[in-house]
T-cell receptor, first 112, second 113 residues
Framework: IAGITQAPTSQILAAGRRMTLRCTQD?????MYWYRQDLGLGLRLIHY???????GKGEVPDGYSVSRANTDDFPLTLASAVPSQTSVYFC???????????FGQGTRLTVV | GQSLEQPSEVTAVEGAIVQINCTYQ??????LSWYQQHDGGAPTFLSY????GLEETGRFSSFLSRSDSYGYLLLQELQMKDSASYFC??????????????FGQGTELSVKP
């Protein structure tokens, strides 16, 4: 089934640890995005990529890094997790010039 | 930069019509899109306006006026299952920061019997 997959679905992480959230899509979309969602704050863009090999900073990039080695994968890395990074993380993809984005099922991350 | 403003909450009764407004500030964008999110779920696409005017998809319609920097989502014949959060979003057109897909903070719709 075509779509976008995130892993893991949930994780409890000790502060200071490194963590990579995985995101894979099979729709051959050029654009991919990472968001965090916190109660009352909507979806805030962390990083994005317009095409393989390029990335850009979103609204809240500090403490996160991304890479886009190919079209399908867009991992998000927390180099040294802090409790304020406790959130629900969503990955999404879209064709560059279309308004429709597809979302993964989300990763619920708790940093303790 | 870009910013989008939406009401935080809207309440309506089953069978009614409700309009959720979205005003935005952006230097250039491809269009305005709308997403629905139920508690615990992922956002799902509802509607997209590339051009000014009204787009209709079943019970949902969306409107865009670029000259007024304004759009809205119209939900007709409200059902209990429409209780959810609704987000407007724009995708930046270009420049060295082009490509961002930015969301408003969302409107929580409560449908009452």
């Amino acid at each position: 089934i075509a779509g976008i997959t995130q892993a893991p679905t949930s994780q409890i992480l000790a502060a200071g640890r490194r963590m990579t959230l995985r995101c894979t899509q099979d729709m051959r979309h050029n654009a991919m995005y990472w968001y965090r969602q916190d109660l009352g704050l909507g979806l805030r863009l962390i990083h994005y990529s317009n095409t393989a090999g390029t990335t850009g900073k979103g609204e809240v990039p500090d403490g996160y890094s991304v890479s886009r080695a190919n079209t399908d994968d867009f991992p998000l890395t927390l180099a040294s997790a802090v409790p304020s990074q406790t959130s629900v993380y969503f990955c999404a993809s879209s064709d560059n010039h279309q308004g429709r984005a597809f979302f993964g099922q989300g990763t619920r991350l708790t940093v303790v | 930069g870009q910013s989008l403003e939406q009401p935080s909450e809207v309440t309506a009764v089953e069978g009614a019509i409700v309009q959720i407004n979205c005003t935005y500030q952006t230097s250039g964008f491809y269009g305005l899109s709308w997403y629905q999110q139920h508690d615990g779920g992922a956002p799902t696409f509802l509607s997209y306006n590339a051009l000014d005017g009204l787009e209709e998809t079943g019970r949902f319609s969306s409107f865009l006026s670029r000259s007024d920097s304004y759009g809205y989502l119209l939900l007709q014949e409200l059902q209990m299952k429409d209780s959810a959060s609704y987000f407007c979003a724009v995708r930046d057109r270009g420049g060295n920061q082009g490509g961002k897909l930015i969301f408003g903070q969302g409107t929580e719709l409560s449908v009452k019997p």
